[in-house]
DNA sequence: TTGCTCCTCACGTCACGTGAGGTGGC
DNA sequence: TTGCTCCTCACGTCACGTGAGGTGGC
């Protein structure tokens, strides 16, 4: 009934490598020309991708829509970032997994800004983050089912590898997946014929 | 390191409603204009839509790609699907919720066309099923860590209402966050700052 | 000077969404 | 005739990808 169009993107986490040198303890530092020890602690825009797992397009693209701001520029115009930056993008990335659209993310960081009081500041992420729970629920469940119509084609196919024998032509699978008596075919098999 | 860019898009399942009189054991009929009773047993594209929980426009497009065909057309130009079409349909959407483009799900029809053997077919299709069960579980672990991450998210912002009176403004937060001795702020609640 | 990183346009892509203008079928 | 469903273009959208052509910084 209802169309939900939702993506899910996942993060890839990235974890920061262990060496870190910095008495900064958000930021982990790439060993490099990039190192931010040698742009005074801030990040060039190359470091906060490889720190976030994004692309240095990604970033251009969040700061376009005001979600982020380089802290300043050096003279040659390349974008410095501050160390809590890296979270921010995190913070985007998550949101973004959680299936909001950089324009409803752009909503929630203006509303955080128009609000007074910290009180309905914290009060309107609650009621989102509650609803995204049970929605993060809902999609669990539907993987878990995925997962298991997976494995139950896994063992389908490794059946039909066994009574398949002397080679017989495709156009076969429909009459031959009536004969494997255990269970009933899978979506994932019957659907794959024209 | 890697960037890995896969969309997962997650199915609304929609299964068939109870009330089924056709003898065909595949097809929930739908009561209503569009009955596949009255066009002789054959579905038109706004039934195949519901059934399969994709839109009309999704439906053309599969057709323009090759992945599904109208087993005839009515006089007046309807497409008119056979009753194993929701079938296919539900395969391509469960392979895009395995992060499957449109282009790769062509390739592997096209594929098994190309085989001879059955076995070659079915080989084909485990090959890829046994590798996206093991990115499903993956991203299995990172969804349910998202959820540990809302939870724990949800749990700190219910602590900031209790500990937030007063109307203190937003601004405050930075430094009110170090006082939920608890635990360790979550990226969630971190990065909603500017 | 070499090599890597960055800059700003600006068009391309993927899987559809969304009308526009018209016709079929009971 | 009314109302619902369908038809075929064809442009729009979202979150980037991917060059093009040029410059910064050690």
Redesign the pocket.
């Known amino acids: 009934m209802s169309?939900d169009?939702r993506h899910l993107?996942l993060l890839s986490e990235e974890p920061c490598s262990a060496v870190d040198t910095s008495e900064v303890d958000d930021v982990c530092e790439t060993s490099?020309?990039?190192d931010a020890q040698?742009?005074g602690g801030y990040l060039?825009?190359?470091?906060l991708?490889k720190l976030t797992g994004k692309?240095?397009?990604?970033i251009?693209?969040y700061e376009s829509l005001g979600l982020i701001e380089p802290a300043k520029r050096?003279?040659?115009?390349?974008?410095l970032f501050s160390s809590d930056t890296p979270s921010r993008v995190r913070w985007i990335s998550k949101l973004?997994s959680l299936g909001l659209?950089?324009?409803e993310i752009q909503g929630i960081a203006e509303r955080r800004k128009a609000f007074g009081s910290a009180r309905s500041a914290s009060s309107d992420l609650l009621t989102i983050y509650e609803a995204k729970l049970r929605e993060v629920r809902e999609r669990l469940a539907e993987y878990q089912s995925l997962e298991q119509e997976l494995v139950a084609s896994v063992d389908f196919l490794k059946a039909c590898q066994h009574v398949c024998v002397g080679e017989p032509h495709v156009s076969g699978c429909s009459q031959c997946e009536r004969r494997h008596e255990e269970s009933r075919v899978p979506d994932l098999v019957s659907g794959a014929q024209a």
């Open positions: 169309n169009k993107k490099g020309a990039g040698l742009t060039q825009v190359g470091d991708a692309t240095v397009r990604a251009h693209l050096s003279k040659g115009g390349y974008r973004q659209s950089l324009s």
